[in-house]
């Protein structure tokens, strides 16, 4: 969006961008997963010992306490890691970021 490209030329750039990074980027992704499934796991275990000290009515409140700071750390997670990931591999194969270096500011 910010180099005002289409969906082929956007994904073309990506392709050439990733090539020779493709198994460094799996890596990141897996990180990922493993990231978010150690958040994810203290969640679940919220949700299941509110329901056995509670009942159903304290998963309810739990789930709507944990939920969103769970979503939150996600959402925290996957920008930074792709941002990261995406300007490392435009200053790697292009050099400069030009003017989406100012979108990173």
Do not use: H
Request: net charge neutral.
């Amino acid at each position: 969006m910010v180099e005002n490209k289409g969906a082929t030329e956007s994904l073309d750039l990506a392709w050439r961008l990733t090539k020779g990074s493709r198994w460094r980027i799996a890596a990141v992704m897996a990180i990922q997963l493993a990231m978010l499934a150690a958040l994810a796991l203290p969640l679940g275990m919220g949700i299941a010992l509110a329901i056995t000290a509670f009942g159903s009515d304290a998963a309810v409140a739990t789930t709507r306490t944990l939920e969103p700071i769970y979503q939150a750390l996600f959402e925290i997670i996957l920008t930074v890691t792709s941002t990261a990931t995406y300007v490392a591999l435009r200053i790697g194969k292009q050099g400069a970021l030009g003017d989406v270096a100012e979108v990173f500011a």
